[in-house]
């Protein structure tokens, strides 16, 4: 009987082993489940950036370009490579919108120091591929800053460091670890500090000297900024929309990470902003509404201070005008490639308008290089005027621009101006422009 009754209880001890085994190897199944739910079936959570980075004057690959990727929709960067000994790089992304900056001592910074970066989407799964030329500087006082950005002792990325000194400014951005390198500073002295929306900065002195590498240029930032930006916008001759608003630095042009956001009824507000003088700006995306040009022109970009305070800033906004080619789409943003080194530029006609003045920029060195308005003592003074009954015209057509032809490589950019004759008193007034991230082209082979 004895016997009889231990080998039941083992028997039934053996079955209760069993059911817990089935159990584990139930929950262990639907981890394994759980775990391909989540990465939608084995598929990837990222996308690609990759490219070459390559010298303009001979096309080989560039060893140590740094490129910084931002967030379009923040500002903020987000992630920093360099490039390998044949000017390749790679760098995985979330699905999303960015743009980039490369920067390389010796050579221009694409883009220019104050003109945007152009954005590119990132979809799951999908390689994109963004080849950039550098053009050699012909600066040859130059040298660069580095050091690191902190907080209590732990290193800060994505601030925005800037240098200035002499009438002069110089950007980098510092890398998740807070380290930062600025390349092709002008010799001199410089007041270094950074920027980056819930802290204030210290500053730190930099003396640049030919091809030497000021090093320790550390800056130490306090968290607690608190200042505050909040405002309407008054639609122009349009339909109201909401949009984007970003302070920027005054003299590098770059959006200050943190500091943008969108409106919300036609109101907007900015928190946590550093002490500080920067720039308003509103509606820099391709959504075919531009800023006031005539404010602009006449009083420059809108400026705030802030110390800690609460201030106020209203935009005024009205349509753009429309280009037709050669440009890239409001969507893509990414320049047309043309082979035509003197093109034809079309656009389409804007109300009420007296005449247009054409402006083509170099995107590399952010020059002008034909057309365009420029302050003459107190006045305005355009240097082309176009009929309002001609919405085209062929590049360099009265031979004043600084650039016979278009160059092989190089990235232009051209906007339309709209003017209008005023009425009440002798002059005229900007009615609109183009939008601020289309007429972009590159001239290729």
């Not at 303009?56 to 379009?72: E, K, Y």
């Amino acid at each position: 009987m004895f016997a009889m009754a231990g080998n039941t209880w083992l028997s039934t001890i053996k079955f209760e082993f069993m059911k817990i085994n089935i159990v584990y190897s139930l929950l262990a199944l639907l981890v394994i489940f759980s775990s391909c739910d989540d990465g939608d079936d084995g598929a990837p959570a990222t996308g690609t950036l990759s490219g070459t980075i390559t010298d303009g004057a001979d096309g080989t690959g560039l060893l140590d370009a740094s490129i910084i990727v931002f967030n379009s929709d923040t500002n903020t960067p987000i992630n920093t490579v360099v490039s390998d000994a044949d000017g390749n790089y790679a760098v995985n992304l979330e699905p999303g919108t960015y743009f980039t900056k490369v920067t390389k001592q010796g050579y221009f910074s694409v883009p220019a120091q104050g003109v945007s970066g152009i954005p590119f989407t990132i979809e799951a799964g999908v390689t994109i591929t963004q080849d950039i030329t550098l053009f050699e500087s012909n600066d040859n006082n130059l040298g660069l800053i580095s050091g690191e950005v902190t907080s209590g002792g732990t290193g800060i990325g994505g601030v925005l460091i800037v240098a200035q000194g002499g009438g002069e400014a110089y950007s980098s951005v510092s890398n998740s670890e807070g380290v930062y390198k600025m390349f092709n500073v002008g010799t001199g002295n410089y007041l270094v500090e950074g920027f980056i929306a819930g802290y204030n900065s210290g500053n730190a002195s930099a003396t640049v000297a030919l091809d030497i590498e000021t090093e320790n240029v550390d800056i130490e930032l306090n968290e607690g900024a608190g200042g505050s930006l909040t405002g309407q916008l008054q639609f122009l001759a349009t339909e109201n929309a909401e949009v984007d608003v970003a302070l920027v630095h005054p003299k590098t042009k770059e959006t200050i990470p943190g500091l943008s956001t969108f409106t919300n009824g036609g109101a907007y507000i900015l928190s946590n902003i550093p002490d500080g003088t920067y720039i308003a700006r509103a509606t820099f995306a391709n959504d075919n509404l531009v800023m006031d040009p005539n404010n602009i022109f006449k009083f420059g970009e809108p400026q705030v201070s802030i110390v800690g305070t609460a201030e106020e800033q209203d935009f005024a906004v009205t349509g753009s005008v429309e280009l037709i080619a050669p440009t890239n789409t409001l969507s893509s943003v990414t320049p047309f490639e043309t082979t035509d080194t003197a093109p034809v530029f079309n656009w389409v006609a804007y109300p009420s308008t007296s005449d247009y003045v054409i402006e083509v920029t170099d995107a590399t060195t952010g020059e002008v290089i034909w057309g365009g308005i420029q302050q003459d003592g107190t006045a305005s003074v355009k240097n082309i005027e176009i009929p309002s009954s001609q919405t085209s015209i062929q590049y360099n057509e009265d031979g004043n621009a600084t650039v016979a032809a278009l160059e092989v490589g190089k990235v232009y950019r051209w906007r339309i101006m709209a003017s209008k004759d005023a009425q009440a008193a002798p002059g005229w007034n900007l009615i609109s422009a183009s939008e601020d991230q289309v007429g972009l082209i590159k001239i290729v082979e």
